[in-house]
C-alpha cells in the first residue's frame, strides 16, 4: 500500500532552521518525481520545491530560493527539504507528494501520490 507521511514540522523562531522529512513505503522515491508544497489559512496551496527522478535537477518557488534545499535519501526512502533563514510568511501546512514522470514540477495538478502534511510556524 502506498503511503507518504511527512514529519519534522514544529514551532520555530524567524531565522530558524527546520528539515522536513517525507518518508514513503509502496513506492520506491527514485523512481518517482518528489516536490514540496505548502498551504497557509486562507491560501491556495502552492509549490515550493521539486526534485526529478534521479535528482539531476531541482526547481525552487522565488520566495524560497537560497534558503531551501531539496533532497533525497535512495537508501532510507525518504525525502527532505532543508529549511533555514525561515520569515513568519513560510508559515504552512507543508505536503510531500510523488510524481511517477521523471520531470519536477511545482504544480498540484501534476501529483498524484500526497501525504497528510506537517505544520510549520514561524514566529517569535
Known amino acids: 500500500q502506498l503511503q507518504i507521511v511527512e514529519s519534522g514540522g514544529t514551532l520555530v523562531q524567524p531565522g530558524g532552521s527546520l528539515r522536513l522529512s517525507c518518508a514513503a513505503s509502496?513506492?520506491?522515491?527514485?523512481?518517482?518525481?518528489i516536490g514540496w508544497f505548502r498551504q497557509a489559512p486562507g491560501k491556495e496551496r502552492e509549490g515550493v520545491s521539486s526534485?526529478?527522478?534521479?535528482?539531476?535537477?531541482?526547481a525552487y518557488a522565488d520566495s524560497v530560493k537560497g534558503r531551501f534545499t531539496i533532497s533525497v535519501d535512495n537508501a532510507k526512502n525518504t525525502a527532505y527539504l532543508q529549511m533555514n533563514s525561515l520569515k513568519p510568511e513560510d508559515t504552512a501546512v507543508y505536503y510531500c507528494a510523488a510524481r511517477f514522470w521523471g520531470l519536477g514540477s511545482l504544480s498540484t495538478t501534476d501529483y498524484g501520490a500526497w501525504g497528510q502534511g506537517t505544520q510549520v510556524t514561524v514566529s517569535s
Open positions: 509502496g513506492l520506491t522515491l527514485d523512481n518517482f518525481a
Open positions: 526534485i526529478s527522478r534521479g535528482g539531476r535537477t531541482t
